[in-house]
Every structure is written in structure tokens, then in C-alpha cells.
């Protein structure tokens, strides 16, 4: 238990709510019963059946035998990528939403860089009849054409951010705007393990089923529930937080976290957070984030808007500081080739987010033999028009 | 006795004004505010501009990104405030969000804010228990008040323990909302400011967020102590000789 939150809501240094007065109530309401509401059997009862039933779960662990054969280790991929709506993001809006109607909640409000937890969001709620708004950049807006379409088709409204870059950060702060001024009826549904306390807590224990079924996937597979590694890429951190969670304890299972280094570390247009960032508060919590001297945040830049993001969950840099996690970076272009290498090796082809972990089996030296499991996060179907225009296809 | 206290303890509607420090150009903070002085503001709050204001409305976003494109930032601020006190002689507070402070380092910016003559601070994302563990003896060392918000939002208890904990005045939010929306006076916000009037807290109100013209602003004053003006008056500095804008903008309040 040493890398869960404590009872005020951090990770060793990092976490907090750093709300303004606006946020407490529905913040405060939300840490007075997140826990009570999420260990209720009748919300277990109605959660796993969901996630049997409509996402689809288990998600595989399949052991992918030609990507396996170039690296000389057996690489297992969580399969999230076939989950409905195409990523690990429907966990946690599944949980979410079921939350908001324990406390009486009318409108839904969410932020998305990729679009994944916008669709992931406006399905959530076409299924349970809420009203939604999806906030989101105008360059991502642009860039996931085919994820604003489906948001439109599900009844969501979309929202165009237009404020600083443009992209996941900006959409992020309109989305907390929103809060501020519909205080009563609004849930906001995070979708990564940012924001104030309970936030980055409440998406980790919903993503955490990605892990807790690759411990009996991997028990059943190989007879041992301890891989050697696993990888999965950051934005925010939750699909690596879900694939780390029940591994985080087993200290002989080495975590690593994958960022998007863009076009480089050292380009001026990076989202490689724990590389160039440093301590301070963004978005309601204390943790890394790339910024200035003067404690302005840096716009980051990556192909993958899922990684767009210039902060990390607080458990992150907690993990990050504590030396429990590596963290590494992938460029864009490593990214891009490592999605099509996969397309081909094995007929997936996925998100450029989640590519980004498979790039960094390139950069690791095995012995033979050893297991790696990587968290494929999502599909690349959102991406086409970005892998066509890279490969000229 | 601070300036803040004396401010309250001898005089009624008092009138604050908001504005973001650097703009609509860098050199203009300490002329606005001596113009503001100049024309009756009784109060001065100087916001320090951050990149993601998440509790401010469009006008306010804009006027922080400018003042950041033009290369404000906190260090620059308390140089350009160094002589503050040879000219203005009203409260100043300054506004902003914690991660610029944080950056700067809370005990040196407290020591700014003193050299200067800064006699408070509005930090919006600083958290009461933050506060109270990390930043509440280093900013009574410096003889600093930190000023929290309540909303209509705000339980009973939560009021007096912000009560409990601060020195200056309390910012009473109209309604929860992001800054620059209008103040509009109906029968469930007649009922939170009566509300708030009768728990006779220790310290002062001023309502703020949403208030733009006399009519509003004399509304306020028979619920609190006076009220704070921002988004009317950045709007109103835009463009144009800062001196006059101001003068102009202040004449509606003084009739
Ligand atoms: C497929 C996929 N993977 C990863 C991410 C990054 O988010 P997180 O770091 O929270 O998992 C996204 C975000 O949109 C995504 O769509």
C-alpha cells in the first residue's frame, strides 16, 4: 500500500486539492463518498456486469508471437484496444457515470485531447439518458476528425476549446470553468488520474481492473502472475496507472511509463513531462509539470493528442520520485513506426498513444525468455489520417 | 494596524478595484494604480497573471495572456511595485494562482510582498488546509492578509472556520461562477448575502464577481461592507490614455 494515497489525499509529496472555493463542494462531496459508493456490492454488482456485458471484459492478454520472436522475450499485449468504443478510457467512464447517478447528478461534463474519453463519455451517457458537453481543443478537434463525429451521433455536445494551445490542457481548463458555474447538478468525469483528490484515486481504482485481470491472465498463461515487466504510455497516466496498480506492490515486477518526447526531449515541442518538468500544481493537484521559471505552464506538443498533456497524475510523479517507475520517452516519429510495425507484424493496428509503448521494446535489451506485458490502450482506427499522411500510404 | 483593517474600521461601500498587472502594457501597473487612487478607488487588487486561470472568464484570460506575452511575471511585478508606497497609499492586495508563488517560493514572496508595502493576498487555488500548514506563519510574520472566497455553495461551519482563519475580509462570490458573468440580484441571492450578513463574522465582506455599474455595486454595499470590481474595469482600460479610462470608469461609482 506504500504508492496509494493517504487519508489527505496524497502521494508522498505530490496530489492535494488545489481547488478554487468554487470546486469544494462537488469535490468535497465526491471525497466524502467515493469509496463508500465504489465498495458497495450493488455497485460492484452493476459495474462488472457492464464491463462484461457492454465493454466486453476481460480485454485479452494475448501473446503476440512475431513481436515476441523479433525481441526475444514473450511480449503479451493487454488487449484495452477492443474494448467498446476502441480504449482503456470506457473503465472509467463506466464508473463515473454510475457514481454521478449515486449522487443525484443531471449533466455531465467532461474534457478529451485524443477524443477516446469524449466518445467513451458521450456513450456512458446516451446509455444512462444524461445530458453531456465534451470540451476540447480546436486542434484536436481537428485532428480526430472521426472521434467529434461520433461524440455528435451520440447526442454529446462538443465544445471547441480555444484558449493556450488548443489541445487536452486548455480543454481541460474549460471543462473546470464549466464546473465553477453549474455547481449543483454537474459531474465532471475526469478522464486520466489528474485533477484534485479523489480524482486521480477514483480513476485509478476503476482502471485498475486492466491489471487485476492480467495477473490471472498471466497466472493461467505462464503460471506466475509476476511478469518481468510492463509498460504503458502517460498523457495523464490512467491507463498506466490501471496496468501498474496491482503490480505496484511486487517489487520485483519493474514498471515502465512511456511519455511523448515529440519531436525530441530537447526540440522546444515535447510532452516529456518527468524529463522537463518540476514540481508544482496544475489542474488541482501538486505533481510534475513542465513549466517555466516563473511557474508558467509550457505548451507541450506530441502526434498523439492522448499525450498532449504537460503534467502527469500525482501517483506518477510519486512513483517517478520514488524510483518504483522508469520513465522514458518515445519521439513521434519512434511512435508512428513502431504502430505500423505492429500493423504489421500482427494485423493491429493501434493508437499512436499506446504505440508509443510498444516503441520502447526497440530501446530494451532481454536475455530471452522474460515477460513483458504491454497495455495496448487503444485502437488506431481515430489515427488513420495521421499514420496515411506519415507513411504517404 | 494594517491597512487593510484601518481601511474597514473607517469606512463604509468600500469600493476595489481589480486589474491585471502589465497590461494593456507592461510599464502601466503602477500608473493605473495611482490613477485608480487618484479618482476614489479605496482598494487595489493587482492580479499577477498565470497561463490556465481556470476561475476566470474570458476578459480576465485575455488580459493575463497578453500581460504573459509581454513578459510579466512576479519578479518583474514587485520591481515595478519597489516605490509603490512613495505614491500609493490605499490597500494593495495581490491576486494570482498558487503555482507562480509556489515557483517563486512562498517565503520570498512574502518578503516581497512586505518590502513593498503589499498588505494581502487572494490566491484562489490555495487550499484552507494548505494554508493553515505550509503558508499561514510566514504570511502573519510578513503581516500579510490572506483573503478566502465563499460562495453560495459554502456550508455554514466552512465560513466560520475561514473566518477563524483569516485577518482582512472575506470575498463574497455573488454566485459560483468564473469571473466576468453579471451580477444579477434575484431573490435566492438577496437570501445567501442576508444569510452570510447575519452570522456576524468577525471580518469583513465585499462581494465581488459580476459586479459592473453603480446600481449593482450600491446593491451590494447594503449587503457588505463594499464590493470589488474586475472584469468592468479591465474591459474598460483597454485601449486608450490609462489615465482618463480610469478616471472616466471611476466617475460612475463616485455620483
Ligand atoms: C488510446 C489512448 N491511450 C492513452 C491515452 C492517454 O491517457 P492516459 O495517460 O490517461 O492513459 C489516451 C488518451 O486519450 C488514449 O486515447
Redesign the interface.
Known sequence: MKYKVNEKGYYGDFGGAYIPEMLYPNVEELRQNYLRIIDDAGFQKEFHQLMKDYVGRPSPLYLANRLSERYGANIFLKREDLNHTGAHKINNTIGQILLAEKLGKKRIIAETGAGQHGVATATVCALRNLECVIYMGEVDIERQAPNVARMKMLGAKVVPASSGSKTLKDATNEAMRDWINNPVDTHYIIGSVVGPHPYPDMVAIFQSIISEETKKQLMAQTGSDQPDYVLACVGGGSNAMGMFYHFMDDENVKLIAVEAAGKGVSSGFSAATTYLGKEGVLHGSRSILMQTPDGQVVEPHSVSAGLDYPGIGPQHAHLFKTGRGKYVSITDEESLDAGLLLTQLEGIIPAIESAHALAYLEKMEFKGGENVVVCLSGRGDKDLDTYIKYFKL | MNRIKQLFASKKNILSIYYTAGYPNTGDTIQIAEALEKSGADMLEIGFP??????D?PVI?ASS?KS?DQGM???LLFEQLKDLRTSVTIPVLLMG????????GVENFCKACAEVGVDGCIV????M??YEEFYKECFEEHNLSNV????P???EE?IHKIDGLTNGFIYL?SS???TG?NLEVGNTTEAYFSRIKNLNLKNPTMIGFGISDKQTFDKACSYANGAIIGTAFVKAIDNGNIEESVSEFMKKFKS
Request: avoid cysteine; proline fraction near 10%.
Open positions: 498565470y497561463s490556465d486561470p481556470v476561475a472568464g484570460q495572456k504573459l511575471n512576479l519578479k494562482y498558487v503555482n507562480p508563488v509556489l515557483q517563486f484562489p487555488d490555495l487550499p488546509v494548505e478566502f472566497l465563499i460562495t455553495q459554502t456550508a466552512r462570490l459560483s461562477a468564473t458573468k
